[in-house]
């Protein structure tokens, strides 16, 4: 069983050493780091397990070409411990993750990631809202109205935070 809720600020080595075991390499947890050094995380949570993080999902600031009003983010990076993995908590924590994020006066989140897997949330591709990434990740770059008409008046390029660059892929 584990619990979901917001990190305390002396958790980032237990947030960063998650994303580093879910991924293999240091570049997710760096992203982490610098997201809040630089003011761009907007939302987290992490799932915790026997006193211990086994999970953790961020949202940062996006740009967006046409429309923006600051209240669209972006999903990413989600880890989950490997022995952790297959066991819901990652679908869990996005879903719960949402849920808290419309209760905000957010209005839309995008995400990079496997059509298949965020289909489930109800992300669409982002093209079906007239929206396309700076990598060219086509129908994998997926947008989901958080309210109704949430992502009305948005158009064209949606620049993720800086932090970004430090993604070797």
């Known amino acids: 069983m ?32 610098r997201l809040r050094a630089d003011g761009d995380d907007a939302f987290e949570l992490l799932a915790e397990a026997n006193g211990d993080v086994v999970a953790h999902v961020a ?28 066991r819901g908590v990652g679908s869990t924590l996005i879903r719960y993750s949402l849920d808290a994020l ?16 965020y289909a489930r949330f109800g992300f669409q591709p982002a093209s079906n809202a007239g929206l396309h990434d700076t990598y060219g990740g086509g129908d994998a770059f997926m947008a989901l109205s958080l309210q109704p008409g949430g992502l009305d008046g948005y158009r064209g390029r949606v620049d993720y935070a800086p932090a970004f660059a430090l993604l070797t892929d």
């Open 102 to 117: 419309r209760q905000r006066p957010m209005r839309a989140v995008v995400v990079l990631g496997e059509p298949g897997y």
């Open 2 to 33: 584990f619990a979901i809720r917001q990190p305390r600020t002396d958790e980032l080595a237990a947030i960063m050493a998650v994303h580093r075991a879910a991924f293999g390499r240091d570049d997710e947890a760096a992203l982490v780091r």
């Open 59 to 86: 949202y940062s600031r996006v740009r967006i070409e046409r429309g923006d009003d600051r209240r669209a983010l972006g999903l990413a990076p989600v880890a989950v411990l490997p022995a952790w993995q297959h």
